[in-house]
């Protein structure tokens, strides 16, 4: 469930970026302040373990289809929150920039959906709860799945009012969540099977590893950053939600939004769009295009049409030109190959 | 399939390996060009089209002066293509406003918005891509501490990345030797599963234990040092101030439909 | 120069789980010695030498590096001493490059810029790796790698070098280069190995290990000659004291 650049809007990316760099960062200070520096390269091999787990599958009985190990929870169980949250972060950051799995921009979201809620939602409020003191193997089953559900599902909604605050996407919210949360029910469920497979096999053959994360018990249960990214989630989801409850999803806010994605999502909506209307019409040789029905909506909300009312002249000298500033730009770099490869 | 994403991850890592032009610009340079291109090509309004297009002039010209082969970025571009396909999809079946027609044919919203994803996919993966392969995660992670980045999310992404490619050949190892033994789908449910991998983790833990004694052998403490230190000289300077206009330039002055009315224009 | 000795008295390892790795291991290693550690799989000596720097504590009895006895407040002063070169070069190399990698000890120490430049030139020239400096570890062949964590170890200018199978899965040309490498060295040094022709090129010394305990300890050409003591340690002769099957075809004596 990565998200990826293309899909998002740069207020939401930006947003989500800060929300994420300051995770970071927090659990940054928690891991170097905390003495156990074993942890250091633990965090390396597990986060390049999440990968090589990945390479092994399983089938999924009486589907045909097979799963893998997602791995955040485990992290978490293995880890604690902070170090988990970290390990996580950069294995995402390594998927963005070498296997193009999501993008730069959607990093900030991709670190929360998948890092937050494993690492300081389902692990602490619920894994460790439902563990228990005295762990079994039943126990580690129930309670890894219960998390890894919530965990995921949770991380999934948060995919959902990501897609829609970006406004990219024309998938409607009932219907886009209809989509997403079963399916990352299912994904949940194998999510927390595997995860208490494995933490069943490592609690029977060496017991005292999972106790690694009860000797670093001041960080998993310092209720501080829970409470904090609580906050931020809450913040996300509930102004998300109250949003869209408020809103006609055909009304003023929703078409100004989508059309005008690069205002801030603070500043009253007029004054961005006003202002972006007016750089508009005193450079675009052709102002009424891009905003020309956002503008006409001010006047009457109730107007249908939220794509730009294009005239066949624009699109054509569009497309005229687009066409040959693209082959511009592909003249550019082969003159430029051209040149180096003359040089060398 | 998944094998062939660590090829190219080599691949990848062979080709930032390589002195180009693009290689010697100062990592912040390029992450942050990058990155307010990114903003840039995603701050269209979701019907844009033809002003996206200007803006491959970026990837491209990165592509030259860093080397990075055409084919190789094309790979990459359809081997993560169907996830952006596939939410983008819905955009035609669900938003059928006709903009413009010719004849027969009708041009729906959703079609329009289809294609601008599709553009902004492929600009935003193609420039990340060639931005990475030309410079490499040792100075991307050298640039991230250089813009403020916290070391020990630096540190912990280059150890992730040395261990990578050893662990990666530990799990193929063993799903390759459960594969050869494994007859009818039997072997390959879940209990041999997790036992594999539980395993497999406890090997991995056993290695971690192993590179702390080696690191304490060292003088360890907590935290990781190094010696390099990056410099930011006028041509990176000139990089980032360059592109940022140009973006910016790219974003406010419509320049495909400048240039097609004016061709247009001209020709009646 | 007399504080290059290793010694250890009694020496006693109980892991965790209950394992006896160790009991009661006694031997002392004099300045300049060239000491082999040989003996069955799960003998101990993995676990021998990790005492020897401290990175495990002894259950029983006590090593002394340098005529210092190893404890908390000598832990950093004997790691500056002992350098160990581990079985898998693997675990020994993390950072990013090689020259990184042999930089981490000496920026540890918190020597001054120049001065660690000027040691990782140094060690890495040793080692015949000049060039390689910017190279990612896992860009190198066994070889190479082998020779990188060397460096890494040089680089910290210990006294005493501590190595685990340093010649396991090399081709005969690296191990040969290997061998002359380690030959030059004028350390102390600890070789625990299963390459007996090895032992007999470069240690004079010879202490054999069997379930924890040392089983003799001696000039290594007497031991690897001695079949009373290889035979229960699950040893064999070395190929070069067997004789030449071929151009001399043991005698029948029956
Ligand atoms: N971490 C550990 N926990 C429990 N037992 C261990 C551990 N490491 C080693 N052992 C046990 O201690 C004994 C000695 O192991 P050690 O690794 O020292 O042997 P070794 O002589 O180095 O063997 P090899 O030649 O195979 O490397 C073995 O029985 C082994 O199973
Ligand atoms: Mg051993």
């Known amino acids: ?344 | 399939m998944i094998e062939s994403r660590f090829a190219d991850i080599g691949w990848m890592d062979a080709l930032s390996g390589r002195d180009t032009p693009l290689r010697r610009i100062d990592p912040r340079a390029k992450l942050l060009a990058t990155l307010g291109f990114i903003l840039a090509v995603l701050s269209f309004p979701k019907y844009e089209v033809a002003g996206l297009l200007p803006f491959f002039l970026y990837p491209v010209v990165l592509m030259s002066i860093g080397d990075v082969p055409v084919a190789f970025v094309l790979r990459r571009l359809a081997v993560v293509a169907p996830f952006a396909v596939f939410v983008g999809m819905f955009n035609p079946l669900l938003d059928r406003q006709v903009v413009a027609g010719v004849g027969p044919w009708v041009m729906t919203g959703g079609w329009l918005s289809f294609a601008s994803i599709l553009l902004r996919f492929a600009l935003t993966v193609g420039a990340t891509l060639v931005v990475v392969a030309g410079t490499g995660i040792h100075d991307v992670c050298r640039g991230l501490g250089a813009l403020g980045v916290p070391a020990a999310f630096t540190a912990q992404v280059l150890f992730l990345y040395r261990y990578l490619f050893v662990l990666v050949d530990d799990g193929m190892r063993m799903a390759r030797a459960r594969a050869l033994r494994s007859f009818g789908g039997r072997g390959m449910g879940m209990r041999v599963y997790g036992h594999m991998l539980g395993s497999l983790l406890l090997r991995t833990m056993g290695r971690a234990e192993r590179i702390h004694l080696a690191m304490r052998c060292r003088g360890f403490d907590g935290q990781v040092r190094t010696l390099t230190r990056l410099r930011f000289g006028f041509a990176d300077a000139l990089f980032l101030l360059g592109w940022s206009t140009a973006f910016v330039l790219l974003r406010c002055f419509d320049l495909p439909r400048r240039v097609g009315g004016w061709i247009l224009g001209a020709g009646t | 120069m007399s504080h290059h000795t290793v010694e250890a008295r009694d020496l006693y390892h109980t892991y965790p789980d209950g394992t006896a790795a160790l009991r009661g291991i006694t031997f002392c290693i004099t300045h300049g010695e060239s000491v082999a550690i040989v003996g069955e799989n799960g003998a101990g000596k993995s676990t021998l030498l990790m005492h020897l720097n401290g990175y495990l504590a002894p259950t029983g009895g006590a090593v002394r590096v340098g005529g210092l006895p190893l404890n908390r407040d000598t832990l950093p002063a004997v790691r500056r001493a002992v350098g160990m070169v581990f079985q898998d070069p693997d675990d020994q190399l993390f950072m990013p490059t090689v020259f990184e990698d042999v930089a981490f000890g000496p920026l540890n120490l918190g020597l001054p810029p120049g001065e660690v430049e000027g040691r990782v030139a140094r060690a890495l020239e040793t080692v015949g790796m000049e060039g390689l400096g910017n190279r990612p570890p896992y860009k190198l062949s066994g070889g190479e790698k082998r020779a990188a964590a060397i460096a890494t170890v040089l680089a910290m200018e210990p006294d005493i070098l501590v190595m685990d199978e340093p010649s396991a899965s090399l081709d005969p040309r690296s191990r040969r280069r290997l061998i002359e490498l380690l030959r030059s060295f004028s350390h102390t040094k600890i070789i625990a190995t299963h390459d007996l022709d090895m032992a007999l090129d470069l240690c004079e010394r010879t202490l054999v290990l069997h379930e924890g305990l040392v089983a003799a300890d001696g000039p290594t050409r007497d031991i690897l000659r001695d079949e009373s003591i290889l035979g229960p340690c699950s040893l064999e002769k070395p190929l070069r004291l067997q004789g030449c099957p071929i151009c001399a075809p043991p005698r029948a004596t029956a």
Not at chain 1, 129 to 158: E, K, Y
Not at chain 1, 275 to 293: C, H, I, N, R
Request: charged letters at 15%; glycine letters at 14%.
């Open chain 1, 1 to 344: 469930m990565h998200m990826a650049d293309a899909l998002i809007s740069p207020a939401v990316g930006g947003g989500m970026w800060v929300a994420s760099a300051g995770l970071i960062g927090y659990c940054a200070r928690k891991v170097r302040a905390c003495l156990d520096d074993r942890r250091v390269p633990l965090m390396g091999v597990l986060g390049a373990f999440v990968f090589a787990a990945q390479m092994i599958n399983f089938s999924i009985p009486g589907t045909g289809s097979s799963g893998h190990l997602g791995g955040g929870l485990l992290l978490a169980i293995l880890l604690g929150p902070s170090a988990a949250f970290l390990t996580i972060a950069s294995v995402l950051t390594v998927q963005a920039l070498f296997f193009a799995d999501g993008g730069l921009l959607a990093l900030g979201c991709n670190i929360f959906n998948l890092g937050f809620f494993p690492c300081f939602v389902a692990y602490p409020l619920v894994y460790r709860p439902l563990v228990g003191r005295d762990p079994n193997p039943g126990r580690i089953a129930v309670a890894a799945t219960v998390a890894a559900v919530i965990g995921l599902q949770m991380g999934a909604f948060c995919v959902v009012m990501e897609t829609l605050l970006s406004g990219v996407s024309e998938l409607p919210f009932g219907k886009f969540l209809l989509l997403m949360q079963p399916i990352h029910l299912a994904i949940g469920v194998v999510e927390g099977l595997v995860t208490a497979a494995v933490v069943g096999f490592v609690w029977k053959a060496r017991p005292e590893v999972l106790d690694l994360d009860r000797a670093m018990a001041p960080d998993a249960g310092g209720l501080r950053p829970v409470l904090i990214g609580l906050l931020v989630a809450a913040v996300v989801v509930g102004g998300g939600l109250s949003w869209f409850a408020s809103t006609h999803p055909d009304g003023l806010e929703w078409a100004m939004f989508r059309t005008a994605g690069a205002g801030e999502l603070e500043a009253p909506a007029d004054g961005a769009h006003g202002a972006l209307a007016q750089v508009q019409e005193t450079t675009a040789l052709m102002p009424d295009y891009g905003f020309k029905a956002a503008a006409a909506e001010e006047g009457d909300a109730e107007q249908q049409p939220v794509w730009p009312a294009v005239d066949t002249g624009t699109s054509v000298a569009g497309l005229v030109g687009g066409g040959l500033t693209l082959a511009a730009a592909f003249l550019i770099g082969w003159l430029l190959k051209r040149r180096r490869q003359a040089k060398a």
